[in-house]
């Protein structure tokens, strides 16, 4: 599609990309000459991307993957603004820490309702723009090593997994390839579960340390830079799930 790191005339779609992983995949594809549509359901976070992207070929829009409309307009805006997209990157989501006998029907649904439904009703929505010979990049999680009380989270994402081969399967006639990347413990301003207590981020570390093999978590830029691969260079890969996990959920033991 594009030169290794060129993404030239590259039109692209970031969902969920207004900090952390999502950021950091806008940051790589406007540094390599992409133009890219990014969206986030938080308007502080849209303003304070839009400010810190700073780019005329960067548009920031707030938009719910859990709401249907919200994912209709915005694919309304992609098609008025692109015509046509090269590469769509899926990487929204939300989780919650809560032991079996504490989620809630609530929380239960808003996990499926953003992780599952909204991945999938995005990339529908998306699809008559995808550009033939294009690529679909998810971003699902290291779910071989599972966390007491992420029950709802990890199911929601093992949903995304199950249909991203069935959707691979079917964009084969066109040449659009799709994909994920699975982080495993990751440096995020948020960590992947929303706002967090500098207790939290503590723990958070220490056990980044202790349980990945490669004796640290991982950065957004890691992450990013495997969904670019999957994007661009990897031209004959389709229906995989791309470990970025410091060897977390390969059972490798640990340097330290």
């Keep these: 599609m594009s030169a290794k790191g060129d993404y030239t005339d590259v039109k692209a779609v970031v969902t969920g990309g207004t900090h952390g992983m999502g950021l950091a995949m806008a940051r790589a594809l406007l540094a390599g000459g992409a133009e890219v549509l990014v969206t986030g359901r938080n308007e502080g976070r849209v303003q304070a991307a839009r400010a810190e992207l700073g780019s005329a ?3 920031v829009v707030r938009s719910d993957a859990a709401a249907m409309a919200d994912v209709d307009a915005f694919g309304a805006q992609v098609a008025e603004r ?3 997209i090269d590469a769509l990157f899926v990487n929204h989501g939300t989780a919650a820490f809560a032991p079996l006998e504490e989620v809630t029907e609530e929380s239960y649904d808003r ?6 439904k909204g991945a999938f009703f995005t990339v529908q929505r998306l699809a008559p723009l995808m550009k033939d010979g294009g690529a679909i990049v998810f971003t699902t999680v290291a779910n071989e090593r599972i966390f007491p009380g992420m029950s709802a989270y990890s199911g929601a994402k ?7 081969r069935v959707l691979a399967a079917e964009f084969l006639p066109r040449g659009v390839r799709v994909n994920a990347v699975a982080p495993g413990f990751i440096d995020t301003p948020s960590m992947g579960i929303g706002v967090v207590s500098a207790e939290q981020r503590e723990e958070f570390m220490r056990d980044a340390h202790a349980m990945t ?3 640290r978590p991982g950065s957004s830029e890691e992450v990013a830079a495997a969904a670019m691969f999957l994007a661009f260079d990897a031209t004959f890969t389709t229906g995989a799930e791309l470990p970025v996990d ?4 390969q059972g490798l033991p640990s340097v330290r």
């Design 57 to 59: 070929a960067a548009h």
């Design 82 to 84: 692109f015509g046509a």
């Design 111 to 116: 996990h499926f309702a953003v992780n599952t």
């Design 158 to 164: 093992e949903g995304v997994r199950g249909f991203l």
């Design 213 to 215: 093999p490669m004796g």
């Design 246 to 249: 410091g060897g977390f959920a």
